[in-house]
């Protein structure tokens, strides 16, 4: 009679079957994966078994894997596998994004996922390994967008607020350690790109950026924040004196000449400077503090530097209420036509008035034009101060006209701003305002300056020649200050040229601008244009202009600038200024 099976014998016999089922299970998943995996030994590092994506992917041959550690696997200077670390600190519960080497000397971004098991008896670690060089690439492609510039490779403005936080952040830890911003503003830099072109223009910037970054030091940042704006952080640096000599080293970098495009070109920057203050900042208000230090710069001239106060942050908190203040002065009726008269020298009658604008703030009272229309030139609103002022000039000078229904109409002369010269639909503009007003195209004289012809030349003889065939004149105002260039005087409509105050009021006195001011006469006969000289103020100013034989003259020696019931009074006198007012014999 048979004996029964041993029942422990038959647990057994069904658990290595279990066994060998699932170790072929795990074969079959470890061979077939179409994902690089491997078994290294936790002690020796060396390679256990490698799959056969592993060995397409990396290039390696088995035998090659097998005489290999996985450190071998990492380039040169990159840092250790956290998989080389002690088993506790391998084990982690999101992937890790690794540099591998592979047999060609390529290197790629592979994903890593890594597991403790025991093989063969040995504390090893199964490593799955995905390539993620692409997406690793992207990202990077990505935020390097996000965080330099495409154009000069440097930081951009979102990566320098960053540091500048960071550099804030530190600043405190320190207690006491502070740094400085500088923001650099290419002076002129619109005249490159108008005379040679922004491909031109791109190549200067280009080459500022790599003088730039040849300045700065290990650990600070020099960054383009946009347009011809650039940017400094320097820690360590915190009293005037060292951000002084730091400006000055960058000026005296850009002030060496550029090769671009087979010519020299020449830049300069204005230059704000902002310091860390003993108590915190936000990086805002810190590089904002730096741009209103470069616009004080800017504004005494070129190539120059400020260092930030609280008086400048307070100027242009009241320079932003006065720009808002003045977007709204059309529509509040806040704008005045003043009238100044231009007269004719020899019989002391008026011939016309020339416009100017005022501006009566409801707050603040009278703010001169010197204040505001660089403000409105700067912001764009000088289009609609510019339309006001023409149509209402034209419309109040029409008035004046009927004063004197016999003989020469009176003319207006009105002042054109280089941002008007660039409205595409200025001429419309005052084809209308003739139109509607009924004022003879032939009376009106458009007045700009020298700085205006040579900077949008292109733009200024379209508009020009154009506004000619409306039938009015054209003058250039302040003569002489500018660029006084006689080629444009040839190729733009030119009528009239106004002898600028400066050389007037001291032509007595000084030989040089005397004949500065009969060169000017001689020239407007020569090439039959009309010539007003502005500034009267004196009497003996109106005798040395007799006797150079000027024709047309206008200051405060016949009148200020009047409203228009003053004005009106004047035309209504038959010869106001003559002969007490000039003070010549009769």
């Not at 647990?11 to 690089?36: K, Q, T, V």
């Not at 503003?185 to 619109?190: C, M, N, S």
């Not at 530097?305 to 059309?330: I, K």
């Not at 003559?578 to 003070?583: E, G, Q, T």
């Amino acid at each position: 009679m048979e004996e029964p099976p041993n029942r422990d014998s038959s647990e057994r016999i069904l658990a290595l079957e279990a066994l060998r089922a699932s170790e072929e299970r795990y074969r079959l998943l470890f061979d077939r994966s179409p994902l690089p995996m491997w078994v290294y030994d936790q002690e020796t590092l060396g390679f256990l078994a490698v799959n056969q994506a592993a060995i397409d992917h990396y290039g390696y041959t088995r035998d090659q894997f097998g005489a290999m550690t996985i450190a071998q696997v990492r380039p040169e200077g990159e840092p250790p596998e956290p998989e080389e670390e002690p088993p506790a600190a391998a084990e982690r519960k999101a992937p890790s994004i690794l540099r591998h080497r592979k047999a060609s000397g390529d290197t790629i971004d592979v994903e890593i996922t890594s597991h403790a098991l025991n093989f063969a008896g040995r504390a090893a670690r199964l490593v799955i390994a995905n390539d993620v060089t692409e997406r690793v690439r992207a990202e990077q492609r990505l935020w390097r967008a996000a965080f330099y510039d495409a154009l000069t490779g440097l930081p951009n403005r979102a990566l320098f607020m960053e540091r500048l936080g960071q550099a804030e952040a530190r600043a405190r830890g320190r207690r006491g350690g502070g740094f400085a911003v500088l923001f650099l503003d290419l002076d002129r830099f619109k005249l490159v790109n108008d005379s040679m072109g922004h491909r031109t223009g791109d190549q200067l910037l280009i080459a500022i950026a790599r003088r730039l970054d040849r300045i700065r030091r290990a650990g600070d940042t020099v960054a383009r924040l946009g347009g011809d704006e650039f940017a400094f952080l320097v820690e360590g640096l915190d009293d005037p004196a060292s951000a002084g000599r730091l400006a000055d080293r960058v000026q005296g970098e850009l002030a060496q000449p550029f090769g671009i495009a087979g010519q020299e070109v020449f830049t300069s920057a204005s230059i704000g400077i902002s310091l860390r203050g003993a108590s915190d900042q936000r990086p805002e208000d810190l590089l904002r503090d730096a741009d209103t230090a470069m616009y004080r710069a800017k504004a005494e001239g070129i190539a120059r530097q400020a260092v930030f106060d609280v008086t400048m942050h307070d100027e242009a908190v009241a320079a932003l209420q006065l720009q808002n203040d003045l977007r709204r002065a059309v529509d509040r009726g806040e704008l005045r036509v003043r009238y100044q008269p231009i007269v004719a020298l020899q019989s002391a009658r008026i011939v016309g008035f020339e416009a100017l604008v005022r501006w009566q703030h409801r707050q603040r009272g009278l703010v001169g034009p010197q204040e505001f229309i660089p403000l409105a030139e700067e912001t764009g609103v000088i289009g609609v101060v510019g339309r006001w002022v023409l149509a209402e000039s034209c419309r109040e000078m029409r008035a004046l006209q009927r004063l004197r229904p016999r003989g020469p109409g009176l003319s207006l002369a009105v002042n054109l701003s280089g941002r008007q010269v660039l409205q595409p639909d200025l001429v419309e503009q005052i084809a209308d305002i003739l139109q509607a007003t009924g004022l003879d195209p032939r009376l009106l004289r458009l007045e700009l300056t020298e700085s205006v012809l040579v900077e949008n030349e292109a733009a200024a003889s379209r508009c020009l020649h154009r506004l000619r065939q409306l039938g009015l004149r054209i003058a250039i105002d302040d003569f002489g200050t500018g660029y006084s260039s006689l080629s444009y005087l040839h190729r733009m409509p030119i009528d009239l040229l106004k002898i600028d105050a400066s050389f007037v009021q001291t032509m007595a006195t000084d030989e040089k601008n005397r004949r500065i001011v009969e060169t000017i006469l001689a020239l407007g006969k020569n090439l039959g244009v009309e010539v007003i000289a502005e500034g009267v103020e004196t009497a003996q100013q109106a005798q040395v202009l007799t006797r150079l034989g000027c024709d047309y003259v206008q200051g405060y020696l016949f009148s200020e600038a009047v409203d228009l019931d003053a004005a009106a009074r004047l035309v209504e006198s038959e010869a106001p200024f003559a002969p007490a007012a000039l003070r010549l014999p009769a």
